[in-house]
């Protein structure tokens, strides 16, 4: 990897802008929806909305066509705050991901990379927020200078991620349009960051949020703000107005495709187009193509159910692939299509036991390397295929996915093979060789060896696989339980230790390359189920949870800290593989199937939507990086 990377994106030439700009203005192509606020002088013509150079989508060499304006897409989401999954949606990111996981600026005309530790980023000359406000280096001054370094704003003295060897960067505006941030040591996560489905934020509309701070409103303003929005303190009231990851502020400013244009609480939140948004296609017509995004909020429960039943006009969250076969039977009676894009996660379904469990006696087996090898090894992973997966999926550990450039085939068959009688020899050699009546194993002070797995219960596919194991790990003297709970119970008696064993997601990025961060493989969040005190001690960088006091655990900490420390790509790929290798010989989470199948429901009439794709919250951002804002109704 070469020291120095520029990436000027998005522009494809510095005269063709121009030129798309003067044919916006010689022919009648504004949005319809917009007319009533031409007219009415709300905005300004297209040629004078746009940035000088704005980003220019060739739909035709994307294999997709250009399409027209207008309509309206029916979502169902599964509580009011779930309209979060709308700025996922609509992926507009300084830097972004394209659709194969490659960088490229999107917000940004261009920016350089010098050693992972200098990047400066080049905006767009003319760019405006969604109320026609400029968008300038001033946004990054301000959330710099009065939110991240405010202590009442930001306590904790910024991100972890913008301080990641203890130090925030230096931060310079260079012009009206120019902005660098500067290490001492690399940062190579600041990209991955930045692209990520929740972005890193380092922006905002200052000339709307300076309203709610006191630097800059007076006591008595802001005493009205606070009492008008119903919170106690300034810091509250701005950190409320400013959300941009949950936009349940309509009067906040967007660069989004969508904005949100209903006030909570709602049962149906509308979205609008942006009337400044960045992006053309080729032929001059401004991004999106479609006018508003209806959210409607449903019991999580039913959504397969309405979606089936008409009610949705593009719906993959919700759904599950247990819904696929209701979902295709739609087709006959509703004008929907339904393909099934590869989730990107590590595995679909993962058994994940508490090495942080308050129980002494299951956490000392739980940290035993043979014990989580053994009961991967009783798991019978080609029966719950064929039985929850119809054979659509892959039987494989937890570990990237074939789609990544760092897969091997010895990380995905670590462990997988079926072998009740190796995991009963294994079992025996650590102590466990008495068994009672039942001919259930004895734990070393007499217990049954018994083990509960929780699940957050929002799909009855992890029911269902449970209901297998509970077989394969009988075959081998363990009896499994099922315990289901609400998933904010489920994530408080994780961090208690009260959980043993759960199933969950595995590993959230499959399809990861080496210059995103291999975070995940090591205990970095308190989320993280198989050890979430040691996550949250690296999160709260040590201030709170406990340091890992395993040796693998803390090995791969080490070499997540090495890989933050280097610039060259070779190094970083080695030290993918090194964790890697670690996380699936450890078997820190017994990954069952993964490369499953993820339905996704959309009108027969929208158009650009792929019939094939990766699909997975990070990096892919659901539809995100497939940019819904190129999605087009063929009968608008």
């Not at 810091?235 to 349940?248: C, E, Q």
């Not at 039985?387 to 074939?402: I, M, N, Q, R, T």
């Amino acid at each position: 990897m070469v020291s120095r990377r520029t990436f000027l994106g998005g522009l494809i030439g510095s005269a063709i802008a121009p030129s798309l700009a003067n044919a916006a203005a010689d022919r009648d192509i504004e949005p319809e929806f917009l007319r009533d606020w031409l007219r009415a002088g709300r905005i300004p013509p297209m040629v004078d909305r746009l940035p000088t150079h704005p980003r220019i989508i060739n739909m035709k060499a994307m294999g997709r066509e250009p399409g027209v304006y207008g309509g309206t897409v029916r979502t169902i989401i599964g509580s009011a705050k779930d309209i979060r999954y709308m700025t996922v949606y609509g992926y507009s990111r300084l830097v972004g991901y394209t659709d194969k996981l490659q960088f490229e600026p999107d917000i940004l005309a261009g920016f350089t990379s010098e050693k992972d530790s200098v990047f400066t980023f080049h905006l767009r000359e003319g760019h405006r927020w969604s109320d026609g406000a400029p968008f300038t280096a001033d946004d990054f001054r301000y959330w710099w200078e009065d939110v991240i370094l405010n202590s009442e704003l930001t306590p904790g003295g910024g991100a972890l991620e913008l301080r990641p060897h203890g130090q925030l960067p230096r931060f310079e505006v260079i012009d009206p349009v120019t902005v660098r941030y500067t290490w001492d040591r690399p940062n190579p996560n600041f990209m991955p960051l930045l692209a990520g489905p929740l972005p890193l934020v380092i922006y905002g509309p200052a000339h709307y949020l300076k309203q709610f701070h006191k630097k800059y409103q007076d006591d008595f303003r802001l005493s009205a703000l606070m009492k008008e929005n119903r919170v106690k303190k300034w810091v509250d009231l701005h950190i409320k107005m400013a959300r941009a990851s949950r936009p349940d502020n309509p009067a906040l400013p967007t660069l989004d495709p969508w904005q949100n244009t209903t006030a909570p609480p709602a049962e149906q939140f509308v979205f609008v187009r942006n009337p400044f948004f960045h992006r053309i296609d080729e032929n001059g017509k401004q991004l999106p193509y479609i006018d508003r995004f209806v959210v409607g909020v449903s019991s999580s429960s039913i959504i397969a159910a309405k979606a089936g039943a008409g009610e949705s006009d593009l719906q993959s969250t919700g759904v599950d692939f247990n819904d696929y076969t209701f979902l295709k039977d739609a087709e006959k009676r509703f004008p929907v299509k339904v393909n099934l894009w590869k989730q990107t996660r590590g595995s679909r379904v993962a058994l994940q036991p508490n090495l942080n469990c308050a129980d002494k006696v299951w956490r000392s087996l739980f940290r035993e390397a043979n014990f989580r090898r053994a009961l991967s090894l009783a798991v019978n992973r080609h029966e719950i295929n064929m039985v929850a997966f119809y054979g659509l999926g892959k039987e494989s550990a937890d570990s990237v996915l074939p789609e990544s450039p760092l897969f091997k085939p010895e990380y995905a068959n670590a462990f997988t093979a079926h072998d009740p009688e190796l995991a009963n020899k294994m079992l025996d050699e650590l102590g466990l060789d008495k068994r009672d009546s039942d001919d259930i194993r004895l734990l070393p002070d007499g217990r049954r060896a018994e083990i509960t797995v929780e699940t957050a219960g929002e799909s009855n596919l992890d029911t269902d696989v449970l209901e297998l194991v509970r077989d394969h790990w009988r075959e081998i003297g363990i009896a499994l339980f099922i315990r289901t709970s609400q998933r904010d119970i489920f994530r408080s008696r994780a961090m208690s230790g009260t959980i043993m064993m759960s199933i969950w997601f595995g590993m959230e990025n499959g399809v990861a390359t080496a210059d995103m961060s291999p975070g995940q493989l090591a205990p970095t969040l308190d989320d993280q189920l198989q050890w979430p005190l040691w996550g949250m001690y690296y999160l709260s960088a040590g201030q709170e949870g406990v340091a890992p006091d395993l040796p693998e655990a803390q090995q791969l900490v080490d070499l997540l800290n090495q890989w933050g420390a280097t610039t060259r790509f070779e190094e970083r790929e080695t030290i993918w593989h090194q964790m890697l290798s670690i996380f699936t010989q450890q078997v820190f989470s017994i990954g069952l199937i993964n490369s499953t199948l993820q339905p996704i429901l959309r009108s027969a009439k929208l158009q650009n939507v792929p019939d094939k794709a990766l699909y997975g919250f990070d990096p892919t951002s659901f539809f995100g990086v497939y940019m819904p804002d190129t999605f087009w109704f063929k009968e608008a």
